[in-house]
């Protein structure tokens, strides 16, 4: 069965970190692409950053460019995502994509995770 499963989202004070995961099974990420996106109360889902499958080539938006950190180990068959200095605008439920190419946009993207809640407040 394919599936894609986020994990490491929580309540955390404004300034603060957390690591997202984002575990395959049922398929190799190696071959994929994976996006991070992001989606608020009443407001369209949006990408957060991506990273490529040949030279994991990243991407961010300038939202959290300097603040946030893509990587993936493909020995452990998972995708991270490091963010740090964390705003109360970066609320929002966090989702993982895996697809061909790198896109910051949802559309192109084959597998989706179920999504984990990050919350920044104090």
């Known amino acids: 069965q394919v599936q894609l499963v986020e994990s490491g989202g929580g309540l955390v004070q404004p300034g603060g970190s957390l690591r997202l995961s984002c575990a395959a099974s049922g398929f190799t990420l190696d071959y994929y692409a994976i996006g991070w996106f992001r989606q608020a109360p009443g407001k369209e889902r949006e990408g957060v950053s991506c990273i490529s499958s040949s030279d994991a080539s990243t991407y961010y938006a300038d939202s959290v460019k300097g603040r946030f950190t893509i990587s993936r180990d493909n020995a452990k068959n998972t995708v991270y995502l490091q963010m740090n200095s964390l705003k109360s605008e970066d609320t929002a439920v966090y989702y993982c994509?895996?697809?061909?190419?790198?896109?910051?946009?949802?559309?192109?993207?084959?597998?989706w995770g179920q999504g984990t809640q990050v919350t920044v407040s104090s």
């Open positions: 994509a895996a697809g061909p190419i790198p896109l910051q946009r949802p559309l192109g993207y084959n597998y």
